[in-house]
């Protein structure tokens, strides 16, 4: 089983490690496998490909695109302070309407605001 990872898709992170030290940019994909995340203008490389496939779509050359970084490398940005900050997760029990029941809601929370992700 994959570990639950504090950062997900869209979020805005900061890389705080790295030769793209201080960039910020949004989370395109998230690889709990690995424990790394794409980001997007972060960590660029550039990428030769072949010409070819019997349809001949892919002309070939060359491409840039981003390569994945380790989740350690990067946190998220406060929505409020544009600053980076930790993830804190704040567990709340809600009362179903008509229903003795309760449901356990847990949300992130910014560690430097106290405002949800």
Request: hydrophobic content about 30%; overall charge positive.
């Amino acid at each position: 089983m994959a570990k639950k990872m504090k950062i997900k898709k869209n979020d805005l992170v900061q890389v705080i490690a790295g030769k793209d030290k201080g960039l910020q940019g949004r989370v395109i994909a998230v690889h709990t496998e690995t424990d790394r995340v794409t980001v997007e203008g972060v960590n660029r490389i550039t990428k030769h490909t072949r010409a070819g496939g019997q349809s001949g779509v892919n002309t070939g050359g060359i491409q840039v695109q981003e390569a994945p970084i380790h989740v350690s490398n990067v946190m998220v940005v406060d929505p409020e302070t544009k600053t980076p900050t930790r993830v804190k997760t704040r567990v709340e029990q809600v009362e179903r309407e008509g229903s003795d029941r309760s449901k356990t809601v847990r949300t992130r929370v910014a560690v430097r605001s106290g405002k949800d992700l």
